[in-house]
């Protein structure tokens, strides 16, 4: 089995195989989708206090927080794949 790893910033890493999409964090509907995962519990704050700038959800329903774009995130993602 192998296993895929993107690192979203300051040394936080996480399964390619688990991500489901990566966004934005600027719209109401991606806002409402951070609150409810905080209410839940299953929030992540990878963003060691900065901006956020890339809201990652994963298919187990966890939410990642980065503070680096979400071009950047989606470019490392695809340089894993090949």
Same mark, same amino acid.
């Given at each position: 089995?192998?296993?895929r790893l993107i690192n979203i910033g300051f040394g936080n890493i996480v399964s390619a195989g688990r991500v489901?999409? =990566?966004?934005s964090p600027e719209s109401a509907p991606i806002?409402? =989708? =951070?609150t409810d995962a905080r209410d839940r519990g299953q929030l992540i704050?990878?963003?060691y206090g900065r901006r956020t700038r890339a809201v990652i959800i994963m298919d187990?329903?966890?939410v990642v927080l980065s503070a =680096?774009?979400?071009e950047t995130v989606a470019?490392?993602?695809i340089i894993s794949e090949q």
């Open positions: 089995m192998d296993i489901v999409a =990566i966004v806002k409402r =989708i =951070i704050d990878a963003t187990s329903n966890h =680096i774009q979400p470019n490392r993602f």
